[in-house]
């Protein structure tokens, strides 16, 4: 039986939320609640990728788009028609949404390196009408003046509050995630990865399943790139181009695409290479990825999540 | 349930089915009574799998009807078509082998059990009594095949023998009317076609129709009620076992093909 | 290197624009008709649909014997442009000789490639190689960014640049390199795949991988010259496209999506068919940036690579069944 064990769960929330106060107390690291507000923003796609590709081996090439249009709708009705931002966000999700059905009805009928090419080329066309509605989108200048979020009164100003926030609905799509991955529904994506004529034999309606992750993991992308947009109340085109996409694929492949732990581990250290520890190779650091990529599929082809069972088989022989 | 019950779960009237130029169904009438084993023999390349993947709704035919139960299905999709009662085993073996043993068969009651995303992501109550119903009728089932012990182990690590019966155990977790099996007991030593046989009659002994494609005429002769002979996609046969043992027609097909 | 070429602001990329820009300037000396116009954007399409029919045919050679589409096909016409700027520009060595050992050096890449990403992959699924070769195509981009900078870079035309006008149409003659290069290509892998033994071997392991094993073809070699032969072809298209479009670090991706698309629309698989998709994806980026919009330049293509993969992903000349690609 697929079962995601509870206690680690429970750490993982005691270490979240007390990451904050210890970040403060020692100044090396006490930018680092700053890094994880952009680790909880990738973390809430990976883990719609997650299922998307390691459940139900559906691959995509294109969620840069859909991380792009969430970070889009929220700035320009926000900035052009100074609405709320809540029902933007919310406005936002819709519009993913529907682009997730029209783009995905089709393009998941395709399989392998078709469904791979599809959407990437749907990722791109995309990245390029970002750069070119520049009375929408202001082109590769980008958007500035995106407001911050308050609820009731309450102002998410501050690193530590935003950091909160963002970690919330992280868990949220975690716990969600975890549950449909335990369920029939979890079972019914796992049955199209491994073989879909005997999946359609009984009874699994192919179509609807794949399309009805990839909305949501497109979803959760949109979700992502509002609360990106209201965070550094910027937002220009080259933060959604192909190569975002790669990397949200190194993302999952680095923590491990079979197992929904991998893309929060993924989201992490990839985050942490980007903001913190790459910082300095800057032009090193497309390289690094590549051989990152590289070097885990062909010798950790499950990823970091893989390790302890391949140390565990070790002992055993 | 139909209100009705037909005499007949499943006919076949006149189903064509064409690749390209190359007729590999032609023109092809049969039918299935409720609760025997009807067994479809022929030579290599007789359009038997095509048959079953026509029934099972892979593909449509290019004519014909298929009728399950009166209603015609030959226009739905395979989903649909399990939905109705229509269940089926793989030639070349279709496990979920990123599942276990147990998970299989609870794929198998996908039919009797809506999954719905949201429901199963808020954990609504309901969706957890499902996910236990599900286990342990998936449980059952595994004992009736005789893999109650090995529920926990990855589907893969089965030897063939087990792996053949599992698929039949997860064909049956629908609940079934009809199921097809397509060559259970190909690759299988001599204990374990006997245990193939014995079990495939215990499934007919529920009162579920069985539609089998084998090549041992050892079991076919065994256990079917009657038979259906196909050659180059046409019927050229259909009786009892002892009826066809005599046909002339059959026994030329055999060694013609053969030959 | 006081190419007036090299001046061009950023938003020079792809031969296109540069013709296009070329185009208005040229069009200020004399007043040109639509016809005219027209039959430019023509020509202009069949230059840049050759190079992407050629990356095309990469694409299909590789494909034919592995079923692996690599994804690192752009990157090969990439490292051909720039390393024959340093040989044949920086190191000053004659056309033919720089072009030689540009071809060899990028070839000997394509082998590595297979060798290091491909060939070690010990559970190969569609999904893990296409994030190989994924990841050997970043790599491969950062360490051009390293060697090269991001600089755009300029090679001198094979015969120079002075245009020959037909019917008001300007014709540079480097377009007429790259042409009669993708014909030479053709016609040598014609012959390659047709009259030679390696060729035919090749050719059979694309048909049954496990039957040309058992006929005693090395199947391994056979994947390794399909990479040698794909990057050594990518490498001709870079060198012959560089003094029309020049050449940058980041120029592989989109050239392996727009080969890709002209690999689908012809029917991956098909050589005929890269060739003639090559050329409808060259002519409608040619067209649709010369009377839509410059800016969606790139879009075109992809946009036609979407339609072709919804409607008929088999492609015009395509026999390939996709339902090849079972599973992952």
């Not at chain 1, 052009?80 to 809540?86: S, V």
């Not at chain 3, 296009?20 to 300037?25: A, G, K």
Request: aromatic share 10%; proline share 4%; hydrophobic share 50%.
């Amino acid at each position: 039986m697929l079962r995601i064990a509870k206690l680690p769960i429970a750490v993982f929330t005691v270490l979240i939320i007390i990451f904050p106060w210890v970040a403060r107390e020692i100044s090396a690291i006490s930018h680092y609640t700053d890094i994880m507000v952009f680790a909880g923003i990738y973390c809430l796609i990976t883990i719609g990728l997650s299922l998307l590709m390691g459940y139900a081996g559906q691959i995509s090439i294109g969620h840069a788009a859909f991380f792009g249009i969430g970070a889009y709708v929220s700035a320009i009705l926000t900035v052009r028609y100074g609405l709320n931002p809540w029902p933007c966000m919310l406005i936002g999700m819709i519009v993913t949404a529907v682009v997730a059905i029209l783009v995905g009805t089709p393009s998941l009928k395709l399989k392998g390196h078709y469904l791979a090419m599809a959407t990437l080329a749907f990722g791109v066309i995309i990245y390029i009408i970002f750069n070119e509605e520049v009375e929408w989108t202001g082109g590769p200048d980008g958007m500035p003046g995106i407001p911050g979020l308050s609820l009731f009164g309450f102002e998410f100003d501050s690193v530590v509050r935003y950091f909160y926030l963002v970690w919330g609905f992280v868990f949220a799509a975690f716990i969600f995630t975890i549950n449909v991955i335990q369920s029939g529904t979890g079972r019914a994506l796992r049955a199209i990865h491994a073989s879909e004529p005997a999946a359609s034999a009984m009874g699994v309606d192919i179509s609807r399943f794949k399309i009805m992750v990839f909305v949501y993991s497109a979803i959760l992308a949109s979700l992502a790139g509002s609360l990106y947009a209201h965070y550094l109340n910027f937002i220009n085109p080259s933060t959604f181009d192909l190569f975002f996409s790669i990397k949200l694929l190194i993302m999952i492949a680095l923590g491990g695409m079979h197992n929904i732990w991998g893309a929060i581990i993924g989201a992490g250290l990839i985050t942490f290479l980007s903001y913190e520890w790459l910082y300095y190779f800057e032009e090193l650091e497309v390289v690094v990825y590549g051989a990152i990529l590289l070097i885990v599929t062909i010798f950790l082809p499950h990823g970091l999540v893989g390790v302890p069972g391949i140390i565990r088989s070790w002992f055993r022989s | 349930m139909n209100a009705v019950r037909e005499e007949n779960v499943l006919e076949v009237q006149g189903v064509g089915m064409a690749f390209g130029g190359l007729m590999a169904l032609s023109n092809l009438n049969f039918k299935v009574k409720r609760g025997i084993i009807k067994a479809i023999i022929g030579p290599n390349g007789a359009g038997k799998t095509t048959l079953f993947n026509v029934i099972t709704g892979s593909f449509p035919p290019t004519e014909g009807r298929v009728r399950f139960n009166g209603q015609p299905i030959e226009h739905l999709k395979a989903h649909k078509i399990a939905d109705r009662g229509i269940s089926r085993t793989f030639q070349t073996i279709e496990l979920f082998d990123n599942m276990t043993v147990l998970e299989n068969v609870m794929l198998g009651c996908h039919t009797r059990f809506r999954a719905s995303f949201m429901a199963s992501g808020f954990l609504l109550p309901h969706s957890r009594q499902k996910e236990e119903q599900i286990r342990s009728s998936a449980m059952k089932i595994l004992k009736f095949i005789g893999l109650g012990d090995k529920f926990n182990e990855p589907a893969d690590s089965l030897p063939l023998g087990e792996q053949k019966m599992l698929e039949i155990g997860r064909a049956l977790a629908s609940e079934p009317e009809l199921v097809c099996l397509d060559e259970p007991a190909s690759g299988l030593n001599e204990t374990e076609t006997h245990l193939a046989s014995s079990l495939i009659k215990a499934i007919n002994a529920k009162g579920i129709t069985v539609l089998l494609v084998e090549h041992d005429m050892k079991v076919v002769m065994n256990i079917s009620d009657e038979i259906v002979v196909l050659n180059y996609g046409q019927r050229i046969a259909e009786g009892s076992p002892e009826e066809i043992r005599n046909n002339t027609k059959v026994i030329e097909a055999y060694l013609g093909s053969e030959a | 290197m006081t190419d007036p070429f090299n001046c061009m602001p950023k938003i020079c990329e792809g031969g296109v624009f540069a013709i296009l820009t070329f185009l208005i300037q040229y069009r200020q000396m004399e007043t040109i008709t639509l016809e005219s116009q027209l039959f430019q954007y023509l020509i202009t399409g069949v230059t840049v649909g050759s190079t992407y029919a050629i990356v095309a045919i990469g694409f299909n050679i590789i494909y034919g014997v592995t079923e692996i589409i690599n994804f690192a096909q752009g990157e090969f016409v990439m490292l051909g442009g720039l390393i024959m700027v340093s040989f044949h520009v920086a190191l000053g060595l004659p056309l033919i000789l720089a072009f030689l050992a540009t071809v060899t050096l990028v070839t000997l890449v394509g082998m590595l490639l297979d060798r290091l990403a491909i060939r070690p992959i010990r559970r190969p699924s569609v999904l893990t190689l296409i994030i190989a070769t994924i990841a050997a195509s970043i790599i491969i981009k950062g360490a051009a960014m390293l060697i090269w900078g991001k600089d755009f870079f300029d090679l001198p035309a094979f015969s120079g640049r002075n245009p020959i006008t037909v019917l008001g149409a300007v014709i540079q003659p480097q377009y007429l390199w790259v042409i009669g290069f993708l014909i030479i290509i053709v016609v040598i892998l014609t012959i390659f795949f047709n009259k030679t033994i390696i060729g035919k071997a090749m050719s059979a392991c694309a048909d049954n991988a496990d039957a040309a094993s058992l006929a005693g073809i090395n199947v391994k070699r056979m994947i390794l010259l399909s990479f040698a032969l794909s990057a050594g072809i990518g490498a001709v298209a870079g060198i012959t496209v560089t003094p029309i479009s020049l050449m940058e670090y980041d120029r592989g991706a989109m050239l392996a999506v727009k080969g890709f698309g002209a690999a689908v629309l012809g029917g991956l698989g098909s050589f005929p068919g890269a060739v003639i998709g090559g050329l409808i994806i060259g002519t409608i980026e040619s067209f649709g940036t010369g009377l839509i919009h410059s800016g969606y330049k790139d879009a075109f293509a992809l946009i036609v690579l979407m339609v072709v993969l919804f409607i008929k992903p088999s492609g015009l000349l395509g026999s390939v069944e996709i339902s090849k690609f079972k599973r992952f």
